[in-house]
């Protein structure tokens, strides 16, 4: 049984703090992994993909991936009140996409 | 039109009811997915569509009844269902099925609702 596990949350950020947001999977044979965000009442929305290790920046958001531990992390700088929403991470193996059952964040003014 | 659109958004129906969940992507996407989102719960996938074939049903009880008439539309024909259906159902879209190399993305639609009573 391939398994993506994440703290359920909520995590409480200060607006401007770091966000650090984790994701263990099982399948080492994993290749592909992804954070999707998730606002209450809408679909999830893709925000960031990692296929190697280390680390992946895009705005104020970084994809940390160690493959030897199987654990990739999302960073968000500077958090916003809009920031706060799902977060699902999501794995790929050779055929199939595997989530979590994502961690929210709630990011206060 | 654009993106993949679900109707309904909310949907309620009894136990003895028939119904069906219609999902549009407007992306020129060859694979289509339907998803269940349940409280606390991970996504958790249903059906898969490449091209209008079913390449994958992950044990979804028969009540559930997907249709693929064409590479933009999908269908989730609901019966006889269950107070614990009661969730989000959620269709998505890919360029590409997914397997190796895959560096896609899946679109998703707004959801659909659904309260089984």
């Known amino acids: 049984q391939k398994e993506v596990e994440q703290n359920s949350g909520p995590l409480s950020v200060p607006e401007g703090a770091i966000a650090s947001l984790n994701c263990t999977y099982s399948?080492?044979?994993?290749?592909?992994f992804f954070w999707y965000r998730q606002y209450s009442g809408k679909s999830p929305e893709l925000i960031m993909s990692?296929?190697?290790?280390g680390d992946k920046e895009d705005g104020r958001f970084t994809a940390q991936l160690n493959k030897a531990s199987q654990y990739v992390s999302l960073l968000i700088r500077d958090s916003q009140p809009s920031d706060s929403a799902t977060y699902l991470c999501a794995v790929r193996g050779y055929s199939t996409l595997t989530f979590g059952k994502g961690t929210m964040l709630l990011v206060s003014p | 039109e654009t993106g993949v659109t679900q109707t309904p958004r909310h949907l309620v129906m009894g136990m003895t009811n028939k119904k069906s969940l219609k999902c549009e992507q407007h992306?020129?996407?060859?694979?289509m997915y339907w998803y269940k989102q349940s409280a606390k719960k991970p996504l958790e996938l249903m059906f898969v569509y490449s091209l209008e074939e079913r390449v994958e049903n992950n044990s979804v009880p028969s009540r559930f009844s997907p249709e693929c008439p064409n590479s933009s539309h999908l269908f989730l024909h609901l019966h006889t269902l269950q107070p614990e259906d009661s969730a989000l159902y959620l269709c998505a879209s890919s360029q590409d099925l997914i397997g190796t190399g895959w560096t896609g993305e899946l679109f998703f639609g707004e959801g659909s609702r659904l309260t089984v009573l």
């Open positions: 992306l020129g996407h060859n694979a």
């Open positions: 990692i296929y190697s290790n």
């Open positions: 399948d080492r044979v994993s290749q592909s």
